[in-house]
């Protein structure tokens, strides 16, 4: 087995723990939230916030 893969399953393993701990915490997966969109909005206490999804895979949170 390559070095490459060997590493990516280990991140996938990895991932896959972090995902079961977050679910027990209570997070939800971005992935249900964006429901293969880019952008999100959000209500809160009155006000609506857009969630976005960059290229980068990094969220951007806005009012």
Do not use: C, W
Request: aromatic share 4%; glycine share 4%.
């Amino acid at each position: 087995m390559r070095p490459e893969t060997k590493h990516s399953a280990q991140h996938l393993d990895d991932s896959s723990a972090a995902r079961k701990e977050n679910t027990r915490l209570g997070a939800i997966d971005s992935r249900t939230l964006f429901r293969n969109e880019d952008v999100v909005h959000i209500d809160h206490q009155g006000f609506t916030y857009t969630l976005r999804k960059t290229r980068n895979g990094k969220l951007i949170l806005t009012k």
